[in-house]
């Protein structure tokens, strides 16, 4: 079997086993977040942060969110490393954004994030400001030993049977679920463009 038929045949694998009952208690508290008036804070890093952005982008835009990320603001993400360390930066742009109980935090990330193994500590110290002002979280992660995962409200977490491709699987399918989750009904409100055009 070649390569490629290979990568396909692990992510088809992958959806397979996803929980769609999971996703659904995502858009339910994403629903409530929304009508609330809460916010909507996306975490993660590397290749997350960039998903991190366009998902931005796509729940303001297609479902009227007030949706934010550290990333976008490469001046305060910069200074907040320079003056507060990397372990704060997330941190206390979730302190200086005012983060609320109504609140949602969402990450992106492949492991989660590990205090003990000193791995992504900026999420872990993000997500235990998150549970100590009350706001819900929602992570979508490729480890479930991750921190992520085990201080979530809901996480989807990819099973992954092939240890070399727990990066690409898990930052490729975290973007087919945020999309599914904007183009679901509870939550879409606008029309994206080509599917407007008649």
């Not at 290749?47 to 931005?56: N, Y």
């Not at 590990?114 to 979508?140: C, F, P, Q, R």
């Not at 099973?159 to 939550?187: A, D, Q, R, Y």
Request: aromatic share 8%; hydrophobic share 35%; with cysteine.
């Amino acid at each position: 079997m070649n390569f490629t038929k290979k990568f396909l045949e692990e992510t088809n694998k992958i959806v397979e086993a996803i929980d769609s009952a999971e996703i659904e208690k995502i858009a339910d508290i994403l629903k409530k977040c929304r009508d609330d008036n809460g916010r909507l804070f996306f975490i993660g890093v590397g290749g997350s942060a960039a998903h991190c952005s366009h998902a931005v982008n796509d729940f303001r835009k297609i479902c009227g969110f007030q949706a934010f990320t550290p990333v976008d603001n490469v001046s305060e993400l910069t200074a907040r490393i320079n003056d507060e360390g990397w372990e704060n930066s997330y941190k206390n742009f979730l302190v200086g954004s005012l983060l609320k109980k109504n609140d949602v935090v969402f990450v992106f990330s492949v492991g989660g994030g590990s205090k003990e193994k000193n791995v992504s500590v900026n999420l872990v110290n993000a997500l235990d400001y998150s549970k100590k002002i009350g706001s819900k979280i929602i992570s979508i992660t490729g480890k479930k030993e991750g921190y992520a995962s085990k201080n979530s409200d809901v996480s989807i977490i990819f099973n992954i049977s092939n240890n070399k491709h727990i990066t690409p699987h898990t930052e490729g399918l975290t973007s087919v679920i945020w999309h599914l989750l904007v183009s679901h009904p509870l939550l879409k409100i606008n029309e994206t463009k080509w599917e407007s055009i008649k």
